[in-house]
């Protein structure tokens, strides 16, 4: 019989398939790319990826518990994803980060490989990331640098989203549900922005307004409780 | 057992699940982003879609019932969109309006962020929208502002689409499948359009072949009695 | 019980529900737009969509019979499509045509729109093709006229599609799965063009080179007796 | 009762089935274009899909077994694919390859349609290819000649995909599952650039952080045992 953490742990191992799921069902990632972790919570652990999986076939089991150096604290017959230290770099360094995300989508790629940001120009850029989304820095996989240059970028902002210099898009949210949300949006709003300049030069939203959308975004819409 | 007006508002709420379906299949809405209305047959009532929630997890039972001014009426325990005030106007000021579209689908988004209606130069765009989707103002999201924008812009002309401004696409319809259906077609002409702009310039069409081609579309296309 | 000619008809009006779904399904199409007939096999009728009716609501049944000028020979309460007219010109003008097909298809659109041929720059286009996908001229919607256009356009050349100005794609084939083939490649092939010149200038292909290409595609290509 | 040899063999007939399937899943396929092959394991065997079937039709018995240079060993009633003496040479010119990808996916083609290799700008290209994605000679279709530009491209460089001039992409791997992954990257690679391309000039990465991304891909990611 499960104890209340087991059922916890097992009910957040079904939401980082699902999750995973998302990223494939809109466009985000393809074969093996991307990934979606989870802090385990009321503990210093956290659940992700592992390395090189197809999604279709990732299952609970498979997803890797590790401590918060990105050190697996289980052997489930998996090693975690590559960019296992750079999640746990985040989780370490913001306490309100609940999940964190990982994808290749196409149009924020293309915005990392010219190392420009994603303007405000949208209502709904201003509703979910409350400004631009930013650029950081190009950063080694494998190690902490990732981690290191999403805490740094996102600092002091509003985005939960940034795009790593010709690499791709790491999204944070206090869940890891907001995070996958916010990685869809993202690539949606770069693909708006991408084509818009195709046409011209967007026009800017003032940034009174965007103040104003973005905290209704946060306190109003959605329904009570929400949270996210 | 079920009255008549009980059977009909059911079938309403139905249908606005199926019509939301439809939003995510064709591409024009990511997440829980966009939204439809109808009007309650013969009454001063209107039903749309509860605020922030997936459309995969819309049921006929969370569809918010309101009144003209975007009150609720009923409390089913969900919030109504925070579109809901310019449905209402729109409603309150159209009496030929059954149903309303929001989305924000990619290239009509690109057109709506430079400001630039999308020119009438397709045979498709003429028998839908009977000349150019216009844009309309920057409108503040939450208030009737945006309703206010919606009925201002389409009055005298004949499109049933409106690129709002540094936001994305309204639509309406006599019901609220022709709304949706309008939502779906302003997308598919944004995107040729946009695309034959990367080619050149696209040749215009005389507008009395438009006139000719929508004059045919409303009244000689489709099958009898499809009123649409 | 069914004569053989009964048996035929039938397995025809099935053909065409499916083959009108793999028009959605490779995106060539949206909504109720676009459509697919076919020539009853020695008989002087053809069968067409109605008009207006969505895709996911075609039935056998509905598609409509009509003589070689687009009249209906039987009521089974459906107008035909508003393109039959010009559908029926075709059988009437090309014996060797079995299947006409229409689409909207965005890429292929977007040259209609600007009036240009889809150049031969690939060796699947000169495969299917045999050369560059030509421009038809504008055409009333309703007439004759667009099927005067498609005949007198591709008089004379190897192609089976036609991009008819500020309209879209008719194709042809001996029978209507040639017709659909070719409007799927029509748009892949204006999709794969589209995207090389925003690179840059596409490098020619001989005219021998395609030549040999075509032969090749059109006798050794695919199974023995494939025929088409 | 089937012998081991035998078991061997359906399995890879089964396991072509499906990597078609994932061919038409990731977009880089239409109608019956493309092909996938494999090695048969310890033997002087390939296995490759028939001439112009459509991937949905494709049967593990359809399935075509040929020598290395490319003609049939059984009559299954099929004709294998037009490409397959360009695959048998490739098997027979390079002992490291199990499977060969030909697709005609469509940002792919249009590096190839101009000529121009997809550069190395995002980490995503630097794991899979180490390096850019080449281009290969025009190469005369039905002939061994696709087969030497394969070879001859790729030849000392880490690159799995060479975009052949003016017709398409061809990959390789130890395995059909590796060359399949190789054309999925090859087109996401394609995408992502020509996508940066559109916005500015993409921001090379330094070649000695190519060769440790590539390294580490090879070597780390992934489940140990993966070996590809």
Redesign the interface.
């Known amino acids: 019989m499960r104890t209340e953490d087991e059922d916890t742990l097992w009910s957040l191992r079904q939401d980082l398939v699902r999750l995973h799921h998302e990223l494939v069902r ?1 466009g985000l990632v ?4 991307g990934n979606v972790s989870a802090r385990v919570p009321g503990s210093d652990l956290l659940l992700i990826k ?4 197809l999604h279709d076939e990732l299952t609970p089991e498979s997803m890797v518990l590790c401590d918060l150096h990105g050190r697996p604290v289980q052997d489930n017959g ?2 975690p994803s ?1 960019d296992t230290a750079s999640h746990a770099y985040v989780y370490r360094h913001r306490e309100d980060v609940g999940g964190v995300v990982h994808t ?1 989508s ?2 924020a ?8 940001p994603v303007p405000c ?4 850029i201003a ?1 979910e990331f409350g400004g631009e989304i930013p650029i950081g820095p ?1 950063a ?3 190690s902490e640098d990732i981690g290191r240059g999403i805490v740094s970028t996102l600092e002091g902002i509003r985005s939960r989203a940034v795009l790593m ?4 898009v790491f999204t944070i949210g206090p869940d890891p549900s907001s995070a996958v ?1 916010a990685a ?2 993202c690539e ?1 709003s770069a ?13 800017p ?1 003032e940034p009174a ?1 965007i103040d ?2 973005h905290e ?1 975004y946060r306190n ?5 409780g ?1 949270g996210a």
């Open positions: 809109w393809v074969w093996t790319a592992p390395s090189g999986v998996f090693a590559s290749h196409p149009y790629c293309a915005f990392a490989a010219v190392g420009e120009v949208l209502t709904g509703d190009f080694t996989i494998g210099q010709n690499h791709g949300k869809v949006l949606d693909r708006a922005v991408h084509l818009a300049r195709a046409l011209g030069t967007p026009i939203i307004a104003a959308l209704r109003v819409y959605g329904q009570p929400d």
